[in-house]
């Protein structure tokens, strides 16, 4: 097979950042996926309709010329949401709310800090049918970076998802064997999101001939078992489980800091990685469903009717690429891609 031609695929998460660093990256995505749902975690966080609605239309002005990208937008989840910025949220058309436990991650500083105080929250939600999106990791010092997720499913998330049986819940880019599990086994309603990185790295590439800052994202990458179960989750055709790249742009100084910011660039190659991993999982024939039927599917959204055509070719990654007045490094910077997006 020397092209695969695709239902136009939808990227359930992503960050895109604000003012130039945005219109940097925004095309990468725009020419690939049909919609994304849009991270909310700028500075200051998108707390409010009004504030997300106004984003949206930063998005809608940065634009290529023709594109018809559609951002699908979210709102940052606080103790003090007021239901009736959720019900507005709703009635807008936002497709979820983001968790952010606070300090788990990049600009989740005003994050939840107790889940259980966010329940109210989660009865109107659940009410209304507004999903919430979850970044599953404790932020408890005590624990481990790498068994974040599994004790974050264990003490907060399986509670939740019990005491909300209406409530649809997406744990974001799943990182392990118990995420998978807890998936497969969790309630209709329950889904997660898989980026291309955890499929196709462990955490060996955080030190491949060095200390690789531009192989740290959170949730980490984990050990190879975790990284296989990932892997059979998305090749599997399981509904509950599609694609959300997590692509996170930073400037290649904040990368190279001494105290390094986490997230990995993958939208310049958003839909090329995933081919990949499917192809040498011999799958290519179950990237279309993971790709742009689930996501569609669990947010009741209509399936995309256009397409998108990969053709197998070598292609060079950049060593870096403009970000605003910086740079930033892509994944696999430097490297080659083996399919390309034929535009």
């Not at 109210?120 to 209304?128: K, V, Y």
């Not at 010092?141 to 790498?146: C, H, S």
């Not at 998936?183 to 060095?210: D, K």
Request: with cysteine.
């Amino acid at each position: 097979m020397d092209t695969l031609t695709l239902t136009r695929p939808d990227d359930c998460h992503l960050h895109l950042r604000d003012g130039p660093a945005l219109a940097a990256v925004l095309g990468d995505s725009a020419r690939r996926f049909a919609r994304a749902v849009v991270m909310p975690n700028l500075r200051p966080p998108l707390t409010t309709v009004a504030a997300a609605q106004a984003y949206r239309e930063r998005i809608l002005a940065a634009l290529p010329a023709g594109s018809d990208f559609e951002p699908l937008m979210t709102l940052y989840l606080t103790e003090a949401t007021p239901a009736r910025e959720l019900e507005a949220a709703k009635a807008a058309g936002m497709v979820g709310v983001k968790l952010y436990p606070a300090g788990a991650t990049t600009h989740s500083d005003a994050g939840v800090r107790r889940v259980e105080a966010i329940y109210p929250q989660l009865e109107t939600m659940q009410a209304i049918d507004l999903p919430l999106l979850v970044h599953g990791e404790v932020t408890d010092p005590a624990v481990d970076v790498f068994d974040r997720e599994a004790v974050f499913i264990e003490r907060h998330l399986a509670p939740l998802v019990a005491r909300f049986p209406g409530l649809r819940v997406v744990l974001e880019h799943i990182t392990t064997r118990e995420g998978v599990a807890f998936v497969r086994a969790a309630r209709p309603g329950v889904a997660a999101t898989i980026t291309p990185q955890h499929l196709s790295m462990n955490r060996g590439a955080l030190f491949e001939g060095g200390l690789r800052p531009h192989h740290y994202c959170l949730p980490v990458l984990k050990r190879e078992e975790h990284r296989a179960a990932v892997l059979a989750a998305a090749l599997s055709g399981d509904p509950k489980f599609f694609l959300g790249t997590d692509s996170a742009p930073h400037p290649r100084g904040d990368k190279h800091s001494a105290c390094g910011c986490a997230g990995i660039y993958s939208a310049h190659a958003g839909i090329e990685l995933y081919a990949e991993a499917f192809e040498q999982a011999g799958a290519l024939d179950r990237l279309e469903a993971f790709a742009s039927h689930h996501g569609a599917d669990f947010y009741r959204l209509p399936r995309n009717t256009g397409t998108l055509t990969l053709r197998r070719a070598p292609q060079a990654v950049p060593e870096s690429l403009p970000f605003g007045d910086d740079r930033l490094v892509p994944l696999r910077a430097g490297g080659q891609l083996a399919w390309r997006l034929v535009e």
